[in-house]
């Protein structure tokens, strides 16, 4: 069964650094996977999602995620940390019984 | 355009209790979600509407817990005799298309049920 495991549940980086967010997936099948975010007291929203088309997924607010197959990994990263970043960020599998399949979240906190 | 919504988008219930929650999908999306969001917890599945389809229920935790949509739109969740437990944020989602694609899920803003 498909299914996306996230490294680190809190990340904390400065104003300006590099966001990385680390989701590995597992799946039998070509994955499509999804990037998620959610502000406080706010649903989900989407940030970009990878459907076999291009390894280098470009998403909303200056983040990106690279599907690397060899690694099973889909990692987010955006070059320059904003304090409007911080957020969960929610890494997720498409299965094939028609669901998503989450990660536990990663909360990230922006140092000024 | 309108987004998902959710109501109420706080809930505080006595243990014991029954509480329905609503979510108004995205007009024309055929597809919904609910999801529960717990304290130190990824997203959990309950249930998903297709359309006219009967529903795919795998994802309720207990027999306490059922949801209908009317009208192939608003959906109701039901939570009968709540308990401690059930405290958490119910996310609802739309989708645009039918079974099979991976379309986006659009999330409402959630409704957090506090049970006391």
């Known amino acids: 069964a498909q299914s996306v495991t996230q490294l680190g549940s809190h990340v904390s980086v400065s104003e300006g650094a590099l966001v990385l967010l680390r989701c590995n997936y597992s799946?039998?099948?070509?994955?499509?996977l999804f990037w998620y975010v959610q502000y406080p007291n706010q649903g989900l929203q989407l940030l970009l999602k990878?459907?076999?088309?291009?390894?280098l997924v470009k998403g909303i607010n200056g983040f990106e995620a690279e599907f690397k197959k060899s690694e099973t990994s889909f990692h987010l990263t955006k070059p320059s940390a904003h304090m409007s970043d911080a957020a969960e960020y929610f890494c997720?599998?498409?299965?094939?019984?028609?669901?998503?399949?989450f990660g536990a979240g990663t909360t990230v906190t922006v140092r000024a | 355009g309108a987004g998902v919504s959710q109501s109420p988008s706080n809930k505080v219930t006595e243990k014991g209790k029954d509480v329905e929650l609503r979510c108004d999908p995205i007009s024309g999306h055929t597809a919904l979600y609910w999801y529960r969001q717990s304290l130190g917890q990824g997203l959990e599945f309950l249930i998903y509407?297709?359309?006219?389809?009967?529903?795919?229920k795998s994802g309720l935790p207990s027999d306490r817990f059922s949801a209908e949509r009317t009208g192939g739109s608003v959906s109701t969740l039901t939570i009968q005799r709540t308990q401690q437990e059930d405290s958490a944020v119910y996310l609802c989602?739309?989708?645009?298309?039918?079974?099979?694609?991976?379309?986006?899920?659009?999330f409402g803003p959630g409704t957090r049920l506090t049970v006391l």
């Open positions: 509407f297709q359309g006219n389809s009967a529903p795919d």
């Open positions: 997720a599998v498409w299965r094939n019984d028609y669901k998503l399949s």
């Open positions: 990878y459907t076999s088309a291009a390894t």
């Open positions: 799946s039998s099948v070509p994955p499509y």
């Open positions: 989602a739309s989708s645009p298309s039918s079974a099979g694609t991976t379309d986006t899920q659009y």
